[in-house]
C-alpha cells in the first residue's frame, strides 16, 4: 500500500511540476507577446530580405537573388540616407519620388505622416516591388504621430526629423550622407550621377544653406517669440500658440539660419542624436518654444560647434520649381540636385522623366546596376539586374560635369562657408 501510495503521489508530483512549467512557460510568452506588440507600435515595417526565387507574372525568366551588401572600400561611391515624408493622400507621390531617386547602394526611410489605412497600401506597395524586397533597403516608419506642417512649424517637425535619423542609423549606421525629401520634391539627376559627384568628396561635409535674416531685426524676431506646439502632446497636429510675452536674444551660442533643406552627414547626424557634447540637447530644449526650428536647429549646431565649423558648404542642393529642362547647364552649375516643391500631375515631373532621368512610366531609373532595354522594359525584372555591379556607376556628361564642380570642395576653397558663422549679431 505505502508502495502504491508513493507511486502515485510520484506520479502526481511529476504532473505537477510539468503542469506548473507549462504554465509558467505560458506566463513567459504571455508577458514577451505583450512587451513585442507594444514595441511594434514604434518599430519599422521593414521589407523583409529575399532570398528565395523572384517569380513576377511579367517576368520572362526567374532568378535567385542573395542579399548584397555595398562596398564601403576607398573609392568606392558613397552610401546615401533618404528621408522621404509626406501627408495624408500623398502616398502614390512618396512611391513616385522613391522609384525616381532609387539604388541598391542607398538607404531609404518612407515616413506618411497621417493615414494609417494609407500607410498599409502604401507598404503593400512597396514590397510589391521585387527589387525593394531584392535589395532590402526601404523601410516604412510603421507609427503615425502628429507633425507641424503649418508654414511656420514647431518643434514637432524637428524632433520627427531627428526621429528619421535616428532609425536610419538604427536601420544601417554605414551611410554617408542623410538627405531630407518631401512628397512635392523630384530629382534632376540619375543617382548614379548624384552618387558619382559625391564620390571624391570628404564624406565629413554638410550641405546646408545659410541666410543672413538673423542678422535683421525680422530674422532676430523668430528666436525672440515663444510658442507652444500642440503636435507634441496630441494626437492630431494643430497650429501653434503664440504667447504675448517675448524672451531675451540667446547668450550662450550665437545664432544663425538658412533653408530647411539639407544634406547632412553621417558623423554630425550622430553627434546631434548622441553625441558626447551636451550642446545639441541643451539646444533641442531650447527650440520646444521657438518657431521654424528646421531653419536654424542645424546651422546652429554647425557653427557652435568647433569640430563641424570647416564642414560647411552653403548649398542646400535645391531649386525652385521654376525650371526649365531646356536650360539644363544652368541648374548643373547651380548645384541643384532636387528641384521643389512640384503640384500633383505637374507636367513637368514626365519631362524629367523622359529627358533627364530616362525613367520609364511607373519603373525606376536606371544605372549601371539595372541596364534594361528600353521604356517598354523596367529595373523591376530580374532579368536586367546586375548583383555583382552595385558598386559601380554609370554617370552621363552631366553627372560628369556635376562632379568636376564638386570637386572644388575636396580643396577647402571659398565656397567653403566658415565665414557665416562668424556673422551673428547675437
Known amino acids: 500500500m505505502m508502495l502504491k501510495m508513493f507511486i502515485s503521489w510520484n506520479w502526481t508530483s511529476r504532473q505537477g511540476v510539468r503542469l506548473s512549467i507549462f504554465i509558467a512557460a505560458a506566463l513567459l510568452l504571455f508577458v514577451v507577446g505583450v512587451l513585442c506588440s507594444r514595441f511594434d507600435q514604434y518599430r519599422m515595417m521593414n521589407i523583409p530580405d529575399y532570398a528565395g526565387v523572384i517569380n513576377a507574372a511579367n517576368d520572362t525568366s526567374t532568378k535567385r537573388i542573395k542579399m548584397i551588401h555595398p562596398s ?8 546615401l540616407a533618404y528621408w522621404i515624408f509626406g501627408f495624408k493622400g500623398e502616398s502614390k507621390r512618396m512611391l513616385r519620388l522613391l522609384k525616381a531617386v532609387y539604388h541598391p547602394r542607398n538607404q531609404y526611410l518612407l515616413h506618411l505622416l497621417h493615414g494609417d489605412e494609407e500607410r498599409m497600401e502604401l507598404a503593400v506597395s512597396v514590397e510589391s516591388e521585387h527589387v525593394f524586397r531584392a535589395f532590402g533597403n526601404v523601410n516604412i516608419v510603421g507609427k503615425s ?3 507641424n506642417h503649418m508654414a511656420e512649424s514647431g518643434a514637432s517637425a524637428l ?9 536610419l542609423l538604427r536601420i544601417n549606421p554605414q551611410w554617408d550622407w542623410f538627405f531630407t525629401l518631401i512628397s512635392s520634391d523630384y530629382p534632376l539627376f540619375t543617382q548614379d550621377d548624384i552618387l558619382f559627384a559625391l564620390t571624391s568628396l570628404p564624406r565629413d561635409l554638410n550641405f546646408i544653406s545659410f541666410t543672413n535674416r538673423t542678422n535683421d531685426q525680422k530674422g532676430q524676431h523668430n528666436f525672440n517669440r515663444i510658442v507652444v506646439d500642440p503636435s ?3 494626437k492630431q497636429a494643430a497650429p501653434l500658440y503664440y504667447a504675448v510675452e517675448t524672451r531675451e536674444l540667446p547668450t550662450a551660442f550665437d545664432i544663425f539660419g538658412g533653408s530647411p533643406w539639407m ?3 553621417r558623423a554630425f547626424m550622430e553627434h546631434c542624436i548622441k553625441g558626447w557634447d551636451n550642446f545639441p540637447r541643451k539646444l533641442l530644449m531650447y527650440y520646444a518654444n521657438a518657431v521654424s526650428p528646421l531653419e536654424s536647429y542645424f546651422h546652429i549646431v554647425l557653427c557652435n560647434s568647433p569640430e563641424y565649423r ?3 558648404v552653403n548649398q542646400d542642393l535645391r531649386c525652385s520649381v521654376h525650371i526649365n529642362v531646356s536650360n539644363y547647364d544652368n541648374l548643373v552649375n547651380k548645384l541643384a540636385i532636387f528641384a521643389r516643391p512640384f503640384k500633383e500631375g505637374d507636367p513637368t515631373l514626365d519631362e524629367l522623366d523622359r529627358s533627364i532621368l530616362n525613367r520609364p512610366p511607373q519603373g525606376l531609373v536606371c544605372g549601371k546596376w539595372c541596364n534594361y532595354g528600353g521604356h517598354n522594359s523596367t529595373c523591376s525584372n530580374s532579368t536586367y539586374w546586375d548583383d555583382n555591379d552595385i558598386d559601380s556607376l554609370s554617370p552621363g556628361f552631366y553627372g560628369e560635369k556635376l562632379q568636376n564642380i564638386m570637386s572644388k570642395f575636396t580643396a577647402r576653397d571659398h565656397h567653403m562657408v566658415t565665414n557665416h558663422c562668424h556673422g551673428s549679431s547675437s
Do not use: R, W
Request: hydrophobic residues 55%; aromatic residues 6%.
Open 232 to 234: 507634441l502632446y496630441l
Open 159 to 167: 524632433a520627427a526629423m531627428l526621429h528619421a535619423a535616428a532609425l
Open 263 to 265: 544634406a547632412l552627414s
Open 310 to 312: 570647416n564642414t560647411i
Open 72 to 79: 564601403k572600400g576607398p573609392g568606392d561611391p558613397p552610401i
Open 145 to 147: 504621430y502628429a507633425v
